[in-house]
């Protein structure tokens, strides 16, 4: 199985590079389904927020479109599902919660943190 980058990821999202939302756009059709990593995911929130300006809901609605995406196969779409949920329903950015879903898919809470924000979620301590 092939696998893309963060960089694909973004121009197959945001098509703002039209002859490298093509070259994308080839190399998923022909070695599909191709895996994006957990940290891609990461990075590719981050980067749409910081960078182009999304808000979070709009964010939410661009990940939860990739994990219905045949072409794509998500690292442990189950786990980025709970985060998006969680991140949904709290102030903590996104990453914060995919780390909270992690440790609690783990069985290993608390997770201890010296975030607010991140403490006031359930599973997490202040520390």
Known sequence: MAAID????VRLVTRDDAAQAEKADVF???HQPVLV???SVLELVWVLMSSYGMGKAKVIQVVR???EMA???LERPALLEAALE???????????????????A???TPLGAFDA???KLEGCKRL
Do not use: R
């Not at 950015?93 to 879903?101: H, K, M, R, T």
């Open 6 to 9: 963060t960089n694909v990821l």
């Open 28 to 30: 998923v059709t022909k």
């Open 37 to 39: 990593t957990q940290l």
């Open 65 to 67: 479109a990739l994990l």
């Open 71 to 73: 072409e794509l196969d």
């Open 86 to 104: 969680t991140w949904e329903g709290a102030k903590a950015d996104f990453a914060d919660c995919f780390i909270l879903e992690t440790v609690k």
């Open 106 to 108: 783990a069985s290993e």
């Open 117 to 119: 924000t991140l403490a």
